[in-house]
């Protein structure tokens, strides 16, 4: 463990318990002014049955899709600092992105990985809808539709990302 | 109430962005974690992708459009979650110069990286 590893550690630290305290955000805000059914528990236990008017669905979607955006913006930020140390020494680079092949580090990517299958696909979705003005009862069935690419890109990816350490 | 940017321009930046990113963003995580695993990543990758123009290109794109679309997407959870006007405007200018150094870091660091990479010469 150099310092520089160290050192990235540190704000990878960081940046979880800034996206932790943005979830804390979403959550508190949610709770008093969205208006109509706040999200809980119950309702996540509601979200297993499947009519097709509910709207319930897209209301998660639209945290899980603020949450996922953020996250992935905290993780660039950071992404974007250790790639510089490129530019001072390639010994430097290397060290540090050594840490990108440990296995915690590649459960995270896993993570990474659904929250930008699913913000790009739901994101794709919000345009669609937009610009060919498709219903709520259309718009809900592409949203299950791409829960299940994502969920299945994500697990195919995870199988590929985390392949190498169980050989 | 006065807005810190266009709300056309930040709707449209947003989306274009958006679009662009669906393919910039999901092909920077495929060749780097599925066609290569992510141990084979280290300096002599960068420097053989950064041989061929389209991947400094696509970089560059990566970059640029992503922070516009952080920089877009937050300005609307600003928006939402801000108590008062003056908060948000304070919230807004601090998110803005942190998104502009992030680009400006990005930017400078990987054309000093080219210029290590290729020297004086062109």
Redesign the interface.
């Known amino acids: 463990m150099t310092t520089i590893q160290i050192g990235f550690l540190i704000l990878l630290s960081l940046s979880f318990i800034i996206i932790l305290g943005f979830i804390y955000?979403v959550w508190k805000?949610a709770l008093f002014a969205d208006g109509g059914p706040n999200p809980s528990f119950s309702r996540l236990a509601k979200l297993g049955r499947l009519p097709a008017e509910r709207a319930e669905i897209s209301r998660w979607a639209a945290y899980i899709h603020?949450v996922s955006?953020?996250a992935i913006?905290a993780f660039?930020?950071l992404h974007?600092?250790d790639?510089?140390t490129?530019?001072f020494s390639?010994a430097i680079?290397?060290n540090l992105?050594?840490i990108?092949?440990t296995w915690p580090m590649?459960l995270f990517?896993c993570g990474?990985?659904f929250a930008?299958?699913f913000h790009?696909l739901n994101?794709?979705r919000l345009?669609f809808v937009?610009i060919f003005d498709v219903g709520i009862r259309k718009s809900n069935i592409a949203l299950r539709i791409l829960l299940i690419i994502s969920i299945a890109t994500t697990l195919g990816?995870s199988f590929?990302?985390l392949q190498?350490v169980f050989i | 109430m006065k807005l810190f940017i266009s709300r056309k321009l930040s709707y449209i930046a947003l989306r274009t962005t958006g679009l662009m990113l669906a393919v910039l963003a999901l092909g920077h995580f495929l060749i780097t974690h599925i066609t290569n695993d992510v141990a084979e990543t280290d300096s002599s990758f960068v420097i053989s992708r950064w041989s061929s123009t389209l991947w400094v290109v696509w970089d560059v794109l990566l970059l640029t459009s992503a922070l516009i679309h952080a920089f877009a997407g937050l300005a609307l959870v600003v928006y939402d979650y801000s108590k008062n006007s003056k908060s948000r405007l304070r919230t807004l200018q601090l998110l803005s110069i942190f998104v502009f150094i992030l680009l400006v870091t990005g930017l400078m660091f990987m054309a000093v990286s080219l210029y290590r990479i290729y020297g004086t010469g062109v």
């Open positions: 955000k805000v603020r955006g953020f913006f660039l930020s974007i600092i790639v510089s490129f530019a390639y680079y290397d992105h050594q990108y092949s590649r990517e990474l990985l930008l299958v790009a994101g794709l345009i937009d990816g590929i990302i190498p």
